[in-house]
């Protein structure tokens, strides 16, 4: 029984800009070590279990069943209309299951938790579309991300420490804006402008990264850094990316699932899914 409790490269020199599958819930765990007070004793960062969502008798998830696993690289891919949207917001509590169960570690009850409060716990979403503060420097996005006290006279009275422009110069190195760091974000290409999103995310230091659609629009110089990006991150932060493009997928990805008709389709390597008559004839095409 559950118990809820009360509630890291501007690019140089590459890049320079300036049953369902997936129930094996212990398996699936990496048995890496979340940031303190979440508790993965399973190694599992992420279960949801029988989960479905209906809009006006329209089922977009039916019966789903997904389980990440503390520090994992999860691509979630699928045809339009498969459910993937739905997926992050059921995760991020924008829409609340019809039915099913949703746990972020072993004690985290995301069905009863408000956006706010899923975002705190550790979970962090960015959208395909990126969203900065455009006439603010790189630096000031960052510094405004941080995981503070956001009140209007904390934030009057705030003072930067050491600690904290120490964790700003890392980020800005981890996505390679450090050159940039007081141009505005709003001069940025929207590749940059995708690497400052994700940079602001890890100031807020998630445990778990929803990542949708984040190479799209992006050059293929900025698509491979987004790669070593992604693949550095993994093991520091668990990440589920939605994304299209098989390169890239091909690029990163530990385990793909693939999602149909709000249901899981097929699971494993990327060579298993695409190896797989289902997933051939209702997405990948002969």
């Known amino acids: 029984m559950r118990v809820t409790p009360v509630p890291e490269f501007m690019?140089?020199?590459a890049y320079d800009p300036n049953s369902d599958a997936g129930t094996g819930r212990d398996a699936l765990g990496l048995g890496q070590v979340a940031q303190q007070g979440l508790d993965v004793r399973h190694g599992t960062i992420?279960?949801?279990?029988?989960?479905?969502?209906?809009?006006?008798?329209?089922?977009?998830?039916?019966?789903l069943n997904l389980y990440i696993g503390v520090g994992e690289l999860r691509c979630i891919i699928g045809p339009n209309?498969?459910?993937k949207t739905t997926l992050m917001d059921v995760i991020t509590g924008k829409t609340r299951p019809n039915a099913g169960k949703a746990w972020?570690?072993?004690?985290?009850?995301?069905?009863?938790m408000s956006e706010v409060a899923i975002a705190q716990a550790g979970i962090g979403r960015k959208f395909q579309k990126p969203t900065v503060f455009e006439a603010l420097s790189v630096f000031e996005n960052l510094e405004l991300a941080q995981k503070t006290d956001k009140s209007v006279w904390a934030s009057l009275r705030a003072r930067l420490s050491g600690e904290q422009?120490?964790?700003?110069?890392?980020?800005?190195?981890t996505i390679k804006l450090d050159v940039s760091r007081h141009r505005p974000a709003g001069l940025l290409s929207h590749g940059q402008k995708q690497f400052l999103e994700i940079g602001m995310l890890l100031m807020q230091d998630p445990q778990l990264l929803l990542?949708?659609?984040p190479v799209a629009g992006m050059t293929d110089a900025e698509t491979e850094f987004t790669a070593e990006l992604f693949k550095h991150l993994k093991g520091q932060h668990s990440l589920m990316v939605v994304e299209h493009d098989m390169g890239f997928v091909g690029s990163i990805a530990d385990h793909v699932t693939v999602l149909h008709q709000g249901h899981v389709l097929a699971e494993g390597?990327?060579?298993e899914v695409q190896a797989d008559e289902r997933v051939i004839e209702v997405y990948l095409g002969r």
């Open 11 to 13: 690019l140089e020199p």
């Open 46 to 63: 992420l279960t949801l279990e029988d989960i479905s969502v209906s809009f006006d008798g329209f089922k977009a998830l039916n019966d």
């Open 81 to 83: 209309g498969a459910g």
């Open 104 to 112: 972020f570690g072993e004690t985290l009850d995301l069905t009863r």
């Open 165 to 173: 422009k120490d964790r700003i110069d890392e980020v800005l190195a």
């Open 211 to 213: 990542l949708d659609e």
């Open 269 to 271: 390597s990327l060579a």
